[in-house]
Nanobody
Framework: QVQLVESGGDLVQPGGSLRLSCAAS????????RSWYRQAPGKERELVAM???????TYADSVKGRFVISSDNAENTVYLRMNNLKPEDTAVYYC?????????????WGKGTQVTVSS
C-alpha cells in the first residue's frame, strides 16, 4: 500500500518562506505525476502545482513566480518551495501521487500539512 506523508507546514509571517516535503513509501511504479493541492476553510480543494514524470511543471496562477515544485524520484519525494507567502496562501496542503499502468490509474493522497500565513 502506498502512503504519502507531508511535512514542513508551519505558521509564518507574510513575505516569509516555507518548504513542504512529501515522502512516498510502499510499492510505487509507473508514476505519472506528483502534485500539491490546498484547501482553505470553506473552499474547495485546488491544484497548486504539478510535476510530471518527465519533469514538466504546472502552477496555479495565484502562485506562479512564488512557488516551485520539484521532485527527487530516487527518494520518492516531492517538494514545494513557497516564497513571498501571503495570508491567502493559508490552507491545508495535500500531496497527491498519480500512477498509471496500462488501463489502471491509481490516485493517492496524503493527510495534509497546515500552512498559516499571519502576522
Amino acid at each position: 500500500q502506498v502512503q504519502l506523508v507531508e511535512s514542513g507546514g508551519d505558521l509564518v509571517q507574510p513575505g516569509g518562506s516555507l518548504r513542504l516535503s512529501c515522502a512516498a513509501s510502499g510499492t510505487i511504479f509507473s508514476v505519472s505525476a506528483r502534485s500539491w493541492y490546498r484547501q482553505a476553510p470553506g473552499k474547495e480543494r485546488e491544484l497548486v502545482a504539478m510535476i510530471t514524470s518527465g519533469g514538466s511543471t504546472t502552477y496555479a496562477d495565484s502562485v506562479k513566480g512564488r512557488f516551485v515544485i520539484s521532485s527527487d524520484n530516487a527518494e520518492n519525494t516531492v517538494y514545494l518551495r513557497m516564497n513571498n507567502l501571503k495570508p491567502e496562501d493559508t490552507a491545508v496542503y495535500y500531496c497527491n501521487l498519480v500512477t498509471v499502468r496500462g488501463p489502471i490509474k491509481n490516485i493517492y493522497w496524503g493527510k495534509g500539512t497546515q500552512v498559516t500565513v499571519s502576522s
